[in-house]
T-cell receptor, first 118, second 109 residues
């Protein structure tokens, strides 16, 4: 299957600083990537859809000025958590949609990035 | 969006088959049934998907009811590595994947 990587796998930062998380599709070009957030013992929540070369589309309730998304190339999307606070501590997971190989496509997920804000 | 209903949790003995049910009574004709699973502290992993016919791959089998209002993910021989949260998701082509609570599967040695 297709491979999606994330970097870093975990990060600890101080409150008020910004953190950038990278998401890469390693063996396919992804025109669309997605960012999810997952709190302990909860399901994944979609934050935003990132399209290469255009502005991201944010889900309702997600602050676009706080969670900056850039999708500059077909294999890289970045999520920057600006002015992070302890409540932003979470597991952030990206996903890339593979080119359609049939009647429907598949989303492949990265391994996740654990963010802890002190 | 069409919704799915899954049991919160299930248990299985190791090396026995596991049948994970999913109800989707409001499924539309263009909805595909997708299954993903998430192992602890990892990102979700694609398992299988289907439209009307039963599907098999190296990971699992998907049995779809004739009226498509329910489906069952079948793991033929559960191993300890199959302990995960399993998500049943409906989506049309190019839809984003929206996760529900899923079923937490425990595998007993």
């Amino acid at each position: 299957g297709a491979v999606v990587s994330q970097h870093p796998s975990w990060v600890i930062c101080k409150s008020g600083t910004s953190v950038k998380i990278e998401c890469r599709s390693l063996d396919f070009q992804a025109t669309t990537m997605f960012w999810y957030r997952q709190f302990p013992k909860q399901s994944l929540m979609l934050m935003a859809t990132s399209n290469e070369g255009s502005k991201a589309t944010y889900e309702q309730g997600v602050e676009k000025d706080k969670f900056l998304i850039n999708h500059a190339s077909l294999t890289l999307s970045t999520l920057t958590v600006t002015s992070a606070h302890p409540e932003d501590s979470s597991f952030y997971i990206c996903s890339a949609r593979s080119p359609s190989r049939g009647p429907t496509d598949t989303q492949y997920f990265g391994p996740g990035t654990r963010l802890t804000v002190l | 969006d069409a919704k799915t209903t899954q049991p919160n949790s299930m248990e299985s003995n190791e090396e026995e088959p596991v049948h994970l049910p999913c109800n989707h009574s409001t499924i539309s004709g263009t909805d595909y049934i997708h299954w993903y699973r998430q192992l602890p502290s990892q990102g979700p992993e694609y398992v299988i998907h289907g439209l009307t016919s039963n599907v098999n791959n190296r990971m699992a089998s998907l049995a779809i009811a004739e009226d498509r209002k329910s489906s069952t993910l079948i793991l033929h021989r559960a191993t300890l590595r199959d302990a995960a949260v399993y998500y049943c998701i409906l989506r049309t082509s190019y839809d984003k994947v929206i996760f529900g609570p899923g079923t937490s599967l425990s595998v007993i040695p």
